[in-house]
Nanobody, 116 residues
Framework: QVQLVESGGGLVQAGGSLRLSCAASGSIFAINTMAWYRQAPGKQRELVAALFRGGNTNYADSVRGRFTISRDNDKNTVYLQMNGLKPEDTAVYYC??????????WGQGTQVTVSS
């Protein structure tokens, strides 16, 4: 199993920045992909950014150029740096991993609220 603990959410004004962190533990050696998803009230959960084992990344069109996903292998932590935040970025953000051994794992979620 992979356990994920997120932190870094909060309330910020439009145009501000936040950095989310997700610490992974457990069977992390088989993780192929680490990603961030978000879910706004009344909407489906959507992919925000993904970081693949080889280092490639993928971003939702709505955040490309504003958000950056990165990983610290020594700390087994994935980050989401969010700049230029907009009210429409308000959502619960979830860390996600996909492992060849244990499948998909989710964190508990962290609330991000952007005020206008």
């Amino acid at each position: 199993q992979v356990q994920l603990v997120e932190s870094g959410g909060g309330l910020v004004q439009a145009g501000g920045s936040l950095r989310l962190s997700c610490a992974a533990s457990g069977s992390i050696f088989a993780i192929n992909t680490m990603a961030w998803y978000r879910q706004a009230p009344g909407k489906q959960r959507e992919l925000v950014a993904a970081l693949f084992r080889g280092g490639n990344t993928n971003y939702a069109d709505s955040v490309r150029g504003r958000f950056t996903i990165s990983r610290d292998n020594d700390k087994n932590t994935v980050y989401l740096q969010m700049n230029g935040l907009k009210p429409e970025d308000t959502a619960v953000y979830y860390c996600n991993t996909e492992s060849a051994l244990t499948g998909r794992s989710w964190g508990q979620g962290t609330q991000v609220t952007v005020s206008s």
